[in-house]
């Protein structure tokens, strides 16, 4: 299984970027339990998450609640992150992590390669 992330950039503060990410090689036969955006600064700490099994749940880090959107396309096995209204201190590397159950390894954590965006004027 592989986490394609994409669009990561340079913003102005205020602006807005989508993030999208794609998981890929799951065979025909799987379940995604949980996806997710984390960003790397100090340390890795969560910004949203879909908890997908037993009906959906989303949470969010504090400073991203009013202003970030997380959402899934199951169908296309994608997760997005939509930020809205946003400032210098959300530069960081993003991360994506989906939870994915196949019968030949049970449920593991896969993460996806980074995408930096950069909030500046």
């Known amino acids: 299984v592989q986490l394609q992330a994409y669009g990561g950039g340079l913003v102005q503060p205020g602006g807005s970027l989508r993030l999208s990410c794609t998981a890929s090689g799951t065979g025909n036969f799987f379940r995604i339990n949980s996806m997710g955006w984390y960003r790397e600064g100090d340390q890795r700490e969560m910004v949203a998450q879909i908890i997908t099994t037993g009906g959906d749940r989303t949470t969010y880090a504090p400073d991203a609640k009013e202003r970030f959107t997380i959402s899934k396309d199951i169908a296309k096995n994608t997760v997005y992150l939509q930020m809205n209204n946003m400032k210098p201190e959300d530069s960081a590397v993003y991360l994506c992590?989906?939870?994915?159950?196949?019968?030949?390894?049970?449920?593991?954590?896969?993460w996806g390669q980074g995408t930096l965006v950069t909030v500046s004027s």
């Open positions: 992590a989906q939870n994915i159950w196949t019968p030949e390894r049970g449920s593991v954590g896969y």
